[in-house]
T-cell receptor
Framework: NAGVMQNPRHLVRRRGQEARLRCSPM?????VYWYRQLPEEGLKFMVY????????ESGMPKERFSAEFPKEGPSILRIQQVVRGDSAAYFC???????????????FGPGTRLLVL | QQQVKQSPQSLIVQKGGISIINCAYE??????FPWYQQFPGKGPALLIA?????SEKKEGRFTISFNKSAKQFSLHIMDSQPGDSATYFC?????????????FGKGTHLIIQP
């Protein structure tokens, strides 16, 4: 059973370009979470999605960031007009159930390291 | 504000010793407390998790101790080995508290000296 897959593993963008990060959850998992990790810091929750729905985007910056989890295909985290401060590691996690269900364990992918020049 | 405070920031332990990392939380809606291990350049990997209905959980050399009244929990690594050298994160989440995403501590850099 393959784990959470993320691609690309490394992404370099110039200021003003768009970054698209992809995440394929573990088989059988319908809950996807995105986190951002700055150097020497813990992970910060960004957004929680289920198929075709954004459930909680309280950690997502209001501008330039968007996320989707379509019926078919991977979840996408999109960052428009990137700035140097967007440089970070972005991790995706998936779980079989939601908080309080007893199946909320989140399994993380290897991350995408975004560098904005 | 939902927070999880983790200490120490860094820890050096001799091989064979006990590594202890502590976390404290504020949100009483939290009801799930996992610990993750992260190696450089890798994603976090789940080590062990606990719920508030038990005070201790043990898996191999890893033990979580949980104190609900004090809103604190800790990770103990027994017989620490050089391969345990990594960054450890505590986290919390809860139903009904708007906390579907995990709230992480800032991490502890653990070094096990041979």
């Amino acid at each position: 059973n393959a784990g959470v897959m993320q691609n690309p593993r490394h992404l370099v963008r110039r200021r003003g370009q768009e970054a698209r990060l992809r995440c394929s959850p573990m088989k059988g998992h319908s809950h996807v979470y995105w986190y951002r990790q700055l150097p020497e810091e813990g992970l910060k929750f960004m957004v929680y999605l289920q198929k075709e729905n954004i459930i909680d985007e309280s950690g997502m910056p209001k501008e330039r960031f968007s996320a989707e989890f379509p019926k078919e295909g991977p979840s996408i985290l999109r960052i428009q007009q990137v700035v140097r401060g967007d440089s970070a590691a972005y991790f995706c996690a998936s779980s079989p159930g939601t908080a309080g269900s007893g199946q909320e364990t989140q399994y993380f992918g290897p991350g995408t390291r975004l560098l904005v020049l | 504000q939902q927070q999880v405070k983790q200490s120490p920031q860094s820890l050096i332990v001799q091989k064979g010793g006990i590594s202890i990392i502590n976390c404290a939380y504020e949100n009483t809606a939290f009801d799930y407390f996992p610990w993750y291990q992260q190696f450089p350049g890798k994603g976090p990997a789940l080590l062990i998790a606990i719920r508030p209905d038990v005070s201790e959980k043990k898996e191999g050399r890893f033990t979580i101790s949980f104190n609900k009244s004090a809103k604190q929990f800790s990770l103990h690594i027994m017989d620490s080995q050089p391969g345990d050298s990594a960054t450890y994160f505590c986290a919390a989440s809860g139903s009904g508290g708007g906390a579907d995403g995990l709230t992480f501590g800032k991490g502890t850099h653990l070094i096990i000296q041979p």
